[in-house]
């Protein structure tokens, strides 16, 4: 197993799940989805449980590079051609709106987590790609979004430099180390009364009946009124209705040792196959090349593709040639098969709740996801999720 930039070291874990537990509501998976709804709940004074199969955030929510970008996995001009303007536009709405309330509890909960609001830059790689990145900005801009369109001229340098010719700036975006916040709402859930359970594996699930979930691990079994299932790539085992929807997709990735700035954002590039940052330390995360072996970059396993790994590194050292590599791993994301998230009512378990499928923008979805499914619980419904609904597959 390799640990990413953001789990290295990992801290000690919490204790596992040992004997019965009674609450309102249990939650399976700790990462950022799951610890929202946590946070959300136990702030809402709600008797809550969340348990992890390994430690929080060790799986894609600390596997990632850290971005808090607007929109979906497509291109806005993308977007609207197959969404249709209306929902492209209201998809859109709700990833800021996701960032708003990140920033708001980041602030309200004063958590350490190395947050930017830099923007950031997306990167034509061919001509094709310039088209739909001037034809993406027309679009945000008529719907109101903030960009601006930079040609080569108006690119940093270190971009034009290297032979771009045209980028996207979006000044709403942000950045963050991604384990330390998730780490940090799940210690604020906790504070607020939440119980967190790390190494504690579900091995069976009985949500047939809701106001009568059991579940059972290793060591220990929750009753509660309903489950709420936070594990992204892996719902499906948990729920075999989504198994059939929600896809696992590895990324690949590589950290550095602390350098000079040279990026001034975060940055997408060749489509959004190609993505990189540095943080707030100089260190530099870059992701990508999927594309490259798309067939091979499916499954479970955290494993590293060995070529797809020597041609970033390739493309990093065309910026820096002296770097250290430091870390290099994988992280297993959830794509949806309409590429956008599945947020409410389970189908075929009217005792769960879920959230999956974030298509390689968790932390442009999911701490939303997060408390729309807390709003469900206590408020019987959330605009978000009502369009996000699972049932939309029925």
Known sequence: MSLSLWLDPLPPPRPALEGDLQVDVVIIGGGLCGCSAAWHL???????????????????????????????????????????????????????????????????????????????????????????????????????????LLKAEQLPSVFAGAGYRLGVHLPADGELDPARFVRGLADRAEQKGAKIYEQSPVIELDAASPGEVQLRTAKGSV???????????????LLPSLASIVDPVRGQMIGTAPLPPLFPMPVYAN??????RQDEKGRIALGGWRNLDPG????????????????MEKFLRRFAPDLQITHRWSGIMG???????????????????????????????????????????CDGRHPFADQMDPRRFS
């Open 335 to 377: 794509f949806s098969r309409d590429s956008l998230p599945v947020v409410g009512p389970a189908r075929g378990a009217p005792g769960a709740l879920v959230a999956a499928g974030f298509t390689g923008h968790g932390f442009g979805f999911a701490f939303l996801a997060g408390k729309a499914l807390a709003d469900i619980v």
């Open 42 to 148: 136990a702030s809402a004074g709600i008797s809550v449980a969340l348990l992890e199969s390994r430690q929080i955030a060790m799986s894609a929510s600390g596997r990632n590079a850290g971005f808090i970008l607007q929109g979906t996995a497509e291109r806005y001009d993308r977007a609207v051609a197959i969404m249709g303007p209306e929902k492209a536009r209201a998809v859109h709405a709700w990833s800021l709106e996701n960032h708003r309330l990140m920033a708001e509890v980041i602030a309200q909960e004063r958590l350490d987590c190395g947050y930017m609001r830099r923007g950031s830059l997306q990167l034509a790689d061919s001509v094709e790609e310039e088209a739909s990145l001037v034809a993406s900005s027309d679009l945000l801009q008529r719907d109101g979004f903030e960009v601006q």
């Open 296 to 311: 091979t970059e499916v499954g479970h396993d955290e494993i590293l593709h060995p070529d797809i790994q020597e041609r």
């Open 271 to 276: 489509h959004g196959y190609d993505y990189w």
């Open 223 to 237: 009753q509660a009124a309903i489950v709420l299932i936070c594990t992204n790539a892996r719902a499906g085992e």
